[in-house]
């Protein structure tokens, strides 16, 4: 199984620019979630989707952040404007919900940078 | 509101010693209990869960945890420190352990291995 995939894994941009993370699950994962890394805050849960439904965007910091998942295989996480304070890693993670407690399999992340 | 608390951002330790890395967890429901690994630039790899039943849960790489109630703990530990354990370890409580909602994690330990 090749795990949960995500590109790019570095991104560079700057201030203002719109920018589009890109995040592939495990077949027959059902529920996908976008957490987000600082130095500051730690890892937060963005939003979680299941069955390709959002279930809860509350972690969303702003309006400038958005996800879809038009399918069980592909998510983004789009930032539009960016802003330099939007730097961190972003991780993308999925499970497999059965009625089971259930693991969380994470992608290596993307590393934002915006200047 | 369910949350983690881990107690100390940098542990060290000399090759070879225990490690006990400590998580207290608050939850209004029986929480589910996990601690995963991040290595330098990687994704979060799972290292051992509670759910329910034995309270002494074993995990991946020698490493071991006890869900004790009474404490609202779920302390990490390993008996013997290898130089390859040096990496950042995050506890993460969830209150549906079914995949209906994300991760709350604390905000991480360092873990240091001195030779």
Known sequence: DAGVIQSPRHEVTEMGQEVTLRCKPISGHNSLFWYRQTMMRGLELLIYFNNNVPIDDSGMPEDRFSAKMPNASFSTLKIQPSEPRDSAVYFCASSFETGRPYEQYFGPGTRLTVT | ?115
């Open chain 2, 1 to 115: 509101a369910q949350s983690v608390t881990q107690l100390g951002s940098h542990v060290s330790v000399s090759e070879g010693a225990l490690v006990l890395l400590r998580c207290n967890y608050s939850s209004s429901v029986p929480p589910y209990l996990f601690w995963y690994v991040q290595y330098p630039n990687q994704g979060l790899q799972l290292l051992l869960k509670y759910t329910t039943g034995a309270t002494l849960v074993k995990g991946i790489n020698g490493f071991e945890a006890e869900f004790k109630k009474s404490e609202t703990s779920f302390h990490l530990t390993k008996p013997s420190a290898h130089m390859s354990d040096a990496a950042e370890y995050f506890c993460a409580v969830s209150e549906s352990g079914g995949g209906a909602d994300g991760l709350t994690f604390g905000k991480g330990t360092h873990l240091i291995i001195q030779p």
